[in-house]
Structures are given as C-alpha cells and as structure tokens.
Nanobody
Framework: QVQLVESGGGLVQPGGSLRLSCAAS????????MSWYRQAPGKERELVAT????????TYADSVKGRFTISRDNAKNTLYLQMNSLKSEDTAVYYC???????WGQGTQVTVSS
C-alpha cells in the first residue's frame, strides 16, 4: 500500500535551515507529482510547494518563494523540502502529499523559535 513517511523536522532558530524528507513506498514514485503542505495551530492546511513527476517543474506559495526548495530523487523514492531563512511563521506540521489518490504522510513538526 502507499506509504509516505516524513522526517527531518525539529526545533530551529530564526534564520536557520532544515531539510525535510519524505520516503515513499508502495507505488512507482517517479510516475507521480508530489507536494508539501503545512498546518499551523489553529489554521487550515496550506500548500507549500509542488513538483511534477517527469519534468520536475516546481511551484511555491508566495510566503516561501526564494527560501524553500522542493526536489526529488526518484532513484531513492524520496521527496525533499529544503527550508532556509526560517521564520517563526513557518512553525507548523509539514506533510508530504501525493495528490493523485489523496495520500498523506503522518507529518513532521517544524518549530522556529529562539
């Protein structure tokens, strides 16, 4: 069955960096576009970034453009989110998502605080 397992979250100071990973299994990873979402306390889940399957075209929320980079390694069945220049407002649970079929990971907590 489809499984998406996020890792790499944690506590980081403002201005710091983190790299999230999402290990995918149970399907042919290279055939699917993937996304990262986040949900802050008391807020709705929001789209952070997307990447297509084949051409690796990417899109970003305005709030993270220039700071976050989505990428994928199809040989390792892994999706990444490199997050730089982190701000307190980036604090959220981050989720890996396969839009086709609506699959979600369990999420990983990112806390940006001094």
């Amino acid at each position: 069955q489809v499984q998406l397992v996020e890792s790499g979250g944690g506590l980081v100071q403002p201005g710091g960096s983190l790299r999230l990973s999402c290990a995918a299994s149970g399907f042919t990873f290279s055939n699917y576009g993937m996304s990262w979402y986040r949900q802050a306390p008391g807020k709705e889940r929001e789209l952070v970034a997307t990447i297509t399957a084949t051409y690796r075209s990417t899109t970003y929320a305005d709030s993270v453009k220039g700071r976050f980079t989505i990428s994928r390694d199809n040989a390792k069945n892994t999706l990444y989110l490199q997050m730089n220049s982190l701000k307190s407002e980036d604090t959220a649970v981050y989720y890996c998502h396969r839009p086709t079929g609506g699959y979600w990971g369990q999420g990983t907590q990112v806390t940006v605080s001094s």
